[in-house]
């Protein structure tokens, strides 16, 4: 502890109660005497006597050192010793210990008197200057102050500054250095001026600078010209953390420096690498830190000292151009212009990253001896792959050999799958995987599902599996393999002529549609026939199934409205197939009897109900008809069809993706199981890549693997003879009354939805409100009363709809008329029933017999109109009487309104037809048609490998929302 005898009493006891002040867990006296001094001088109410005051002045910046040298006249110059001339000054201590002057009843004390023998902490640095080469006497100090044949001695004069504060460092010393772990400082007792000032440093290593520079050895010694350049350019090298300043006749000449940064890396023990950004000189002995200071820096050149010229600013620029060029930002922040790469495969990605850039890469510094070492390169080449076979798939494994070691083909898909080109071999030692085989590696990663550590190939993916092999990768094969194979290609050749059993004349794209599917059929996998509504998937479809027919029953499972279509359909085109109607029958007896050439149809309702019948036997086929229904495979429906037993599956949709991803998933779970692994493999490789980062190789990559297993076909491709459709917007103006109604619903959206903040624990609730609140504003584009009972006007789209309505009728055309809102139809039907048109109605409420009975009725001429709901008719229906579709209120999916549409534009149209969509202006539904575009582009990017959009989160919904509408 301080040793408080040295102090008169008031001042002991303040600081030694001070003192005791605790030192977060550091007990040492020096740091208590550095708390004690910082809280005194924080205290400025302190009351000292005259007989002990002891200001304390506290400075929290960092020093400016100066080194002045001082010629000395030849007269007056002593003489120096051998030991001083060789310039190895003596080390006595020569501070002076003046005794400051009285003032009052104020005695005298020195520093030592002071503060006591306080021994400092930091021990004295060794000093620099003797590893610094002297430098020739030429050039160093101007000819103006050298005297013929004299040798000029110079003596140096260091001057202290705090602040502006000039400290004359001749009556000071440093009693403590080195006092705080976290925050560095030195205590200088100035004796004569009556204080001890406290100096917090930016560094430790400058308290060891300051102890070394002002300890006193050159203040009396005077030193030849070499060893005075050699003592400036040592403290001209610790310019980063004192601020120096030197005589410009010391310094050198000012010469610009070049601005080349490098990377040195630094490999971490275990594992990872640091890697600092730095600037380049080749005459220094240590780089320096991108934009930061001293802009001048000495060093020695071949001529002497100079001082080179930094432009922090162009450092800066070039610097924060590598930082977000080669991803440094993504490591692990260490320091300034430093980070920490934690793992190899992070540090291998950043050397991969410098590879690929070539000479615009920076150079890389790597300490003596210590490098990731790069051992050749992977190839097809190189890769040996083993597959063996069991009921259902095919095991997998593999390797390369590089520099004499295995590396797992699981390991290399694993590198190209976290995006990296480089794997381990050894110890700091890594293969390069080339370009074109990451390409390969990643399209066979597509194909394979790892299961308890083995590698498994779905059937389904042995195609492009066989593909991306290629003849190049070592096979070592099973018998089973190579029949898969041979089965393959057999069916690529094999093109079947239109079945015996149909009797049907197929247009050329059904044919094709036929063979594609009696090929899936012979090798035994599952598919989606995707062709647009109304090119005939029915009786394509009837075709592979009279030709299975003779092996055993199939099921076809459709929506309700389409039951009894199926059952004329086959009556009609394969009078071989017996075609039933599950609700029409005895159920446990038709199921149970149901053999060869049986087709029997149930709507999923039904099958959802008496899944345990369906699953009690097998079916040589099974047929999803508007597969979309099974489009989440959470439920009961979805669950339900994966019970069933089927020899072949397949799916019938002209929507198998309408909007995410996992639709597609779920489809194919059924369909083909396997081949798109778990929900949690395909979200990660593929659904998360594609929605939400717009990935357009991941788009590419699951286009190419579910290719083979998709037919698609659109009728402005396929049926040239099909007459054109046009379509056309209308859009309605509210009235004043409207836009207020609806305004007011829009602000109290906002405020119910914002509020809070959307906490993540509410988000359920939260898209629940959003979407409710959304319907709500939707109705109110519509008709007022859809929402407020109490209207009793009209709505400006009514009054657009009964206008267009006239004009039609006026030119003898007929419409459908589809709305999603089953209360706006009821609107429609009351406006029309007061004039006295004629129309047809159908919703969900519509029984099944009638729902036909009601579109014979409209074929055959009755009715103006054909009301229909959007999800109970927009699908399953031939209404070919019609020529115009108006569209009530956008519906979110414009997949739903085209297969809406397709009721009226399919085979059998021989009439133009018009399509008519009514929006309000400055409303949700324009907001609604601008994600139609979205909502294509992502069914085309897979079906047909075009651009795909991502799919709307709750706050996108909200964002509709506040759009401004106008």
């Not at 350049?229 to 610009?256: H, K, M, N, T, W």
């Not at 779905?458 to 041979?486: S, Y």
Request: proline share 5%; net charge negative.
């Amino acid at each position: 502890m301080l040793d408080q005898n040295l102090l008169t009493d008031p001042l002991d006891s303040k600081i030694a109660s001070l003192t005791s002040v605790p030192t977060h867990g550091v007990h040492d006296d020096n740091y208590a005497i550095f708390e004690a001094l910082r809280m005194l001088a924080g205290h400025e109410n302190v009351a000292w006597d005259d007989q002990n005051a002891l200001p304390v002045e506290v400075f929290c910046s960092q020093l400016l050192l100066t080194l002045q040298p001082v010629e000395v006249e030849q007269s007056k110059k002593p003489k120096a010793s051998k030991s001083q001339t060789d310039g190895e000054a003596s080390k006595k201590k020569t501070a002076a210990k003046t005794t400051r002057k009285s003032s009052g009843k104020r005695s005298g004390k020195s520093a030592d008197e002071l503060l006591g023998n306080v021994t400092a902490t930091m021990t004295m640095p060794e000093s620099e200057l003797d590893s610094i080469e002297a430098p020739s006497a030429d050039g160093l100090i101007p000819d103006d102050l050298i005297p013929d044949d004299e040798k000029v001695e110079v003596q140096f004069q260091p001057r202290l500054s705090v602040d502006g504060i000039d400290i004359d460092v001749q009556k000071c010393e440093i009693v403590v250095g080195g006092l705080s772990p976290v925050e560095p400082a030195i205590i200088l007792a100035d004796a004569d001026e009556d204080r001890i000032v406290l100096c917090t440093l930016a560094d430790p290593a400058a308290i060891g600078i300051i102890q070394f520079l002002l300890r006193g050895d050159y203040r009396d010694t005077l030193l030849d010209h070499a060893t005075a350049s050699r003592l400036a350019l040592a403290a001209g090298s610790i310019d980063s953390l004192i601020r120096v300043e030197l005589p410009p006749q010391l310094a050198g000449p000012i010469v610009p420096a070049p601005c080349e940064l490098v990377l040195q890396m630094r490999p971490r023990p275990g594992a990872g690498l640091k890697v600092s950004l730095r600037v380049y000189e080749s005459r220094l002995r240590d780089s320096l830190i991108p934009g930061d200071a001293p802009e001048l820096v000495p060093c020695l050149a071949e001529t002497g000292p100079i001082r080179l010229q930094r432009d922090l600013k162009a450092e800066l620029e070039s610097a924060e151009k590598i930082v977000q060029r080669f991803g440094l930002s993504r490591l692990s922040h260490e320091s300034t212009m430093e980070w920490v790469a934690l793992t190899d495969h992070a540090a291998l990605d950043l050397l991969g990253r410098l590879h690929d850039a070539g000479d615009e890469s920076p150079r890389i510094v790597w300490p003596e001896g210590e490098t990731f070492r790069v051992r050749g390169e992977i190839t097809p080449k190189s890769l040996r792959i083993k597959i063996d076979d069991s009921p259902d798939w095919f095991g997998m494994t593999g390797t390369v050999t590089v520099d004499g070691v295995d590396v797992p083909l699981q390991d290399l898909l694993m590198a190209v799958r976290e995006d990296r080109q480089l794997v381990r071999v050894g110890d700091r030692r890594f293969a390069k995987i080339s370009e074109a085989f990451r390409k390969r590696l990643t399209q066979l990663g597509d194909t394979l599902v790892s299961e308890k550590g083995q590698l498994r190939l779905a059937g389904a993916a042995v195609p492009l599996a066989r593909d991306v092999l290629g003849d190049d990768v070592t096979l070592e094969t099973t018998a089973a393999w190579h029949q898969a194979i041979e089965r393959l290609d057999s069916l690529q050749d094999w093109s079947p002529d239109r079945p015996e059993g149909l009797d049907a004349t197929l247009r050329d794209y059904q044919l094709d549609g036929y063979r594609w599917l009696a090929r899936l059929s012979r090798w035994g996998v599952g598919g989606v026939l995707a062709d647009d509504m109304g090119l005939g998937k029915t009786v394509q479809t009837l075709g592979i199934l009279v030709e299975r027919g003779p092996v055993g029953p199939a099921l076809v499972v459709a929506p309700t409205s389409v039951g009894e279509n199926w059952v004329r359909e086959a009556e009609k085109f394969t009078p071989a197939l017996t075609g039933k109607l599950y609700r029409d029958c005895d159920r446990d007896e038709v199921i149970k009897t149901a053999g060869p050439n049986d087709l029997l149809i149930v709507s999923y309702q039904l099958l959802q109900r008496d899944a345990k019948r369906f699953a009690s036997r097998g079916w040589h086929t099974l047929v999803l008809d508007e597969a979309q229904f099974i489009k989440n495979s959470q439920t009961k429906t979805s669950q339900a069809i994966r019970t069933i037993q089927a020899d072949w599956r397949l799916g019938l949709s002209g929507t198998p993706l309408e909007n995410h991803l996992g639709e597609l998933w779920s489809l194919f779970r059924t369909l083909s199981p396997g081949l798109l692994g778990s929900w949690q493999r395909f979200r990660s490789r593929f659904a998360e890549p594609i929605e939400r980062h717009s990935d357009a190789d991941r788009r590419e990559s699951l286009a190419r693997l579910v290719r083979p297993f998709v037919l698609r076909r659109t009728k402005d491709k396929v049926l040239k003879e099909l007459p054109p459709r046009t379509e056309i917007t209308l859009r309605a103006e509210l009235s004043a009354p409207e836009r207020k109604l609806y305004e007011d619903a829009r602000l109290a959206a906002l405020a119910e939805l914002t509020a809070g903040g959307g906490a993540p624990s509410h988000e359920g609730r939260r898209r629940i409100q959003t979407l409710s609140w959304l319907t709500r504003l939707r109705q109110l584009a519509c008709h007022p009363s859809l929402v407020e009972p109490s209207w009793k006007g009209t709505s400006s789209k009514l009054q657009l709809f009964l206008s267009l309505v006239e004009e039609l009728r006026e030119g003898d055309h007929r419409a459908l008329v589809f709305s999603q809102f089953v209360k706006h139809l009821s609107v429609v039907r009351a406006a029309l029933d007061e004039r006295g048109i004629s129309y047809q109605y159908l919703d969900g409420a519509t029984p099944s017999h009638e729902r036909q009975r009601r579109v014979d009725a409209f074929q055959n001429g009755e009715g103006d109109l054909f009301l229909i709901s959007l999800k109970a008719g927009g699908t399953g229906l031939n209404l070919t009487a019609a020529d115009y579709v108006l569209h009530l209120d956008p519906w979110w999916n414009p997949a739903v309104e085209d297969q809406a549409t397709d009721r009226a534009h399919r085979i059998g149209q021989e009439r133009a037809v018009t399509v008519y969509r009514l929006v309000a202006e400055r409303t949700i539904e324009e907001q609604i048609l601008q994600l139609h575009a979205d909502k294509r582009e992502l069914v085309a990017g897979i079906l047909d490998g075009t651009d795909a959009a991502a799919k709307l989160q709750t706050q996108d919904l909200i964002d509709l929302i506040k759009a401004e509408m106008g």
